[in-house]
């Protein structure tokens, strides 16, 4: 699996030529490489399963997070070519793209009850993520079960694609 993620919060004028290559550097660049030492390893056997982690922001804009968002859509584009390239060669590639759960990286944004409240009332299901909600699909992505499933993005968000998605809650 290739997961690398980090951000920088700020109003896209406020983005500095460091902020931006930070981000893209370690959530775009850091994942085509780790894939890349991985899939050397699977083409001669002619098998293997790539997951990627992309993000709801894989497919939605989000305000003050435009690098981010740029990096996570390109893990989903890049995904979607791998998925083309190594497919001759017995392996699939798929991306993740999780909603919002609690990580060291948004843990700010999760102190602030407020913020929190209001971001649950745009879940369908009603809470943010947890880790182990993610365990199923992992499972399901490395197993021979997904053989026929490559290049895709699987949204673990608790329902918050589905439409009904309102502006998320400004962080204070």
């Known amino acids: 699996m290739a997961n690398a993620g980090c951000n920088v919060r700020k109003p896209s004028l406020e983005i500095t030529w460091d902020d931006w290559n930070t981000v893209l550097d370690t959530n775009l660049r850091g994942t085509f490489f780790t894939v890349q030492a991985a899939a050397r390893h699977m083409l001669p056997r002619r098998s293997g399963r790539i997951v990627t982690i992309g993000s709801l922001t894989s497919v939605f804009g989000y305000a003050g997070l435009a690098p981010y968002c740029a990096s996570r859509g390109g893990v989903k584009q890049m ?94």
């Open 79 to 172: 995904t979607m070519s791998l998925a083309d390239e190594f497919g001759p060669h017995g392996i699939t590639v798929n991306c993740i793209a999780p909603g919002w759960f609690r990580t060291a990286q948004n843990d700010v944004l999760y102190r602030d009850e407020e913020w929190v409240r209001s971001l649950t009332e745009r879940i369908p299901l009603r809470r943010p993520g947890r880790a182990d909600d993610l365990d199923g699909i992992v499972v399901f992505l490395a197993s021979d079960a997904s053989a026929y499933v490559t290049g895709q993005t699987l949204l673990v968000d608790g329902g918050m694609s589905t439409g009904s998605v309102r502006a998320l809650p400004q962080a204070r």
